[in-house]
């Protein structure tokens, strides 16, 4: 499922994409709580990313704000505006399900505010009275952080483009195009972090040791997550509780990514040589995105 995009059968991805924002809206008001069938577990280690994603992507704007008048290249200038875009309403996106599930009685605060705490003050400006050099510093270590999720949210929104097996399983059709489109887009603007970190720094080192610090805490906060949305699921009575075997048993069924897969990714991102444009299919995310529901109904 994953490497079906072999070097001869693949179309060859289009150059010079400009990246565009969707004006993308959601109608919520027929969303199931387990809006992929029976699948309580699948639906909610998907649903982790409306908690996580809404403080993450306007953490990431904040920092991409930051580094635009360091970029001396006129061409990812462009991309890193198109990318902050992009950002924007992915980060509305995500909050409108939260805010959904809100107005039916499922608060989702309690978690998301230790979310938010991480990215403001764990990962915010630091001490502003440091050195040019010291803050300089500390901006490219955030790229680095955010070129290694990057990586990971690009991986799953390969994945979600090729999950034939939500399809099977019956998701939900208006949540499965925002996973879709969110995930083209992902692919779309997979190089962007990268090409950006490489442009002010780019140390192997540094790339690396980024993704071998994030990706645990990643596993982290979504296991937590998981857990968070199994305690605060109205249909689910409190003795249920998300189990490994069946996360393992969904990757099984392909209804989620594989950990195979997710430690593949986090291990060949940290590779000397390793580029984002090296795997997933920009041709694949663009199609998509031509055929999306909800972003044909934002052009029209």
């Known amino acids: 499922m994953f490497g079906h995009h072999h070097k001869g059968s693949a179309p060859k991805d289009p150059e010079n994409l400009v990246l565009q924002p969707r004006n993308v809206t959601f109608d919520w008001t027929d969303l199931p709580t387990h809006w992929v069938p029976n699948e309580p577990l699948v639906t909610h280690t998907c649903n982790v990313l409306h908690l996580l994603l809404p403080a993450g992507e306007r953490w990431f704007i ?5 580094a635009v008048p360091l970029i001396e290249d006129a061409k990812l200038r462009e ?5 902050i875009g992009q950002e924007a ?14 107005a039916r009685g499922i608060d989702t605060d309690p978690y998301v505010q230790q ?18 050099k010291h803050r300089e510093e500390w901006l490219i270590e955030r790229l680095a952080i955010i070129a290694a999720i990057e990586h990971i949210t690009a991986m799953l929104g390969n994945w979600a483009l090729n999950a034939a097996a939500l399809d099977a399983a019956g998701a939900d059709a208006t949540m499965l195009d925002l996973l879709r489109w969110h995930g083209a887009e992902e692919v779309e603007h997979r190089a962007v ?9 780019g140390r192997w080192h540094r790339r690396a040791r980024a993704m071998l610090v994030t990706a645990p805490i990643m596993a982290w ?18 003795r249920v509780k998300p189990r490994w075997v069946h996360f393992f048993w969904a ?3 392909r209804l989620l990514p594989t950990a195979r897969q997710l430690i ?9 040589f390793y580029h984002p444009s090296k795997e997933f299919s920009t041709s694949q995310a663009v199609a998509y995105l031509a055929t999306s529901p909800a972003a044909l109904a934002a052009e029209a």
């Open 62 to 66: 904040d920092v991409f704000a930051q």
């Open 79 to 83: 991309a890193v505006v198109g990318f």
């Open 89 to 102: 309403i992915h980060a509305r996106s995500h909050q409108s399900v939260l805010d959904h599930w809100k």
């Open 115 to 132: 979310v938010d705490w991480m990215f403001r003050k764990a990962l915010g400006d630091r001490d502003l009275n440091s050195s040019p």
């Open 193 to 201: 972090a990268f090409d950006l970190f490489t442009h002010l720094d």
């Open 221 to 238: 906060l979504w296991i937590r997550g998981v857990a968070f949305l199994f305690r605060v699921d109205p249909e689910l009575g409190r």
């Open 251 to 253: 990757g099984h069924r």
């Open 264 to 272: 593949g990714t986090t291990f060949n991102y940290a590779r000397p």
